[in-house]
Nanobody, 118 residues
Framework: QVQLVESGGGLVQAGGSLRLSCTASGIIFSIHPMAWYRQAPGKQRELVADITSGGGTNYADSVKGRFTISRDNAKNTVYLQMNSLQPEGTDVYYC????????????WGQGSQVPVYS
């Protein structure tokens, strides 16, 4: 069974930083491209950043230069370093595969809340 467990969220002041972690089980993590997604209240989930199995990265324009995605295949963990956070309310961050057709996308963790206050 696929399990994704996000952690590291919490209240942060605008301009501050946080590092999110996500540990996966039930998948062959090292071969999966992985991604971080976020969802604002009342909005659809959107892709924030993704990382290939080889370490290549891509970012949404809104976070380029501020967020960094990385992975540790030995720990089945993907990270998201978030700097210069903007006061956009309380987004919930989730990790999952970046493969759009993967059955893994049927499984989602509880997410990690990141309330940013100004």
């Amino acid at each position: 069974q696929v399990q994704l467990v996000e952690s590291g969220g919490g209240l942060v002041q605008a301009g501050g930083s946080l590092r999110l972690s996500c540990t996966a089980s039930g998948i062959i993590f090292s071969i999966h491209p992985m991604a971080w997604y976020r969802q604002a209240p009342g909005k659809q989930r959107e892709l924030v950043a993704d990382i290939t199995s080889g370490g290549g990265t891509n970012y949404a324009d809104s976070v380029k230069g501020r967020f960094t995605i990385s992975r540790d295949n030995a720990k089945n963990t993907v990270y998201l370093q978030m700097n210069s956070l903007q006061p956009e309310g309380t987004d919930v961050y989730y990790c999952n595969t970046a493969s759009p057709q993967s059955i893994t996308l049927l499984f989602w963790g509880q997410g990690s809340q990141v309330p940013v206050y100004s």
